[in-house]
Nanobody, 126 residues
Framework: QVQLVESGGGLVQAGGSLRLSCAASGRTFSSYAMGWFRQAPGKEREFVAAISMSGRTTDYADSVKGRFTISRDNAKNTVYLQMNSLKPADTAVYYC???????????????????WGQGTQVTVSK
C-alpha cells in the first residue's frame, strides 16, 4: 500500500501553467502504475492522465492532450502533472491515484485504482 499526497494546486489565469506533484510513501512506488483524475463541481470524476510503472507508457484524456504532461521520478517516489495553457474548464479538484502495475500497462478507470490522494484544488480564472 502507498499513501499519496498531492500538492501544487492553486489559482491561475487562463493560459497559465501549474505543476502538480503527488508524493508517495513506501519503498515500492516503482511497482505502481499512476494516474491523475479530476472532479469539477456537479460533475463525475474523470480521467486526466496515466503513466506506467517505468514511465515509458503514458496517455491522456482528449481534453488535455497536448497541454498536460504526466511524468514520474521513481527515485523521489513522485508523479507529476505539468499543466500548460490552462482553461477555465480545467477547474477541478485533482486527485492522484495508484494501483499495482504490470509492465507497460496503464489504467483509465477510477475503479482500477486502489489508492487515492486527498486532492488538490485547481482554479483557472478567465
Amino acid at each position: 500500500q502507498v499513501q499519496l499526497v498531492e500538492s501544487g494546486g492553486g489559482l491561475v489565469q487562463a493560459g497559465g501553467s501549474l505543476r502538480l506533484s503527488c508524493a508517495a510513501s513506501g519503498r515500492t512506488f516503482s511497482s505502481y502504475a499512476m494516474g491523475w483524475f479530476r472532479q469539477a463541481p456537479g460533475k463525475e470524476r474523470e480521467f486526466v492522465a496515466a503513466i506506467s510503472m517505468s514511465g515509458r507508457t503514458t496517455d491522456y484524456a482528449d481534453s488535455v492532450k497536448g497541454r498536460f504532461t504526466i511524468s514520474r521520478d521513481n527515485a523521489k517516489n513522485t508523479v507529476y502533472l505539468q499543466m500548460n495553457s490552462l482553461k477555465p474548464a480545467d477547474t477541478a479538484v485533482y486527485y492522484c491515484a495508484a494501483t499495482i502495475g504490470y509492465g507497460a500497462i496503464i489504467y483509465y478507470e477510477d475503479y482500477e485504482y486502489t489508492n487515492w490522494g486527498q486532492g488538490t484544488q485547481v482554479t483557472v480564472s478567465k
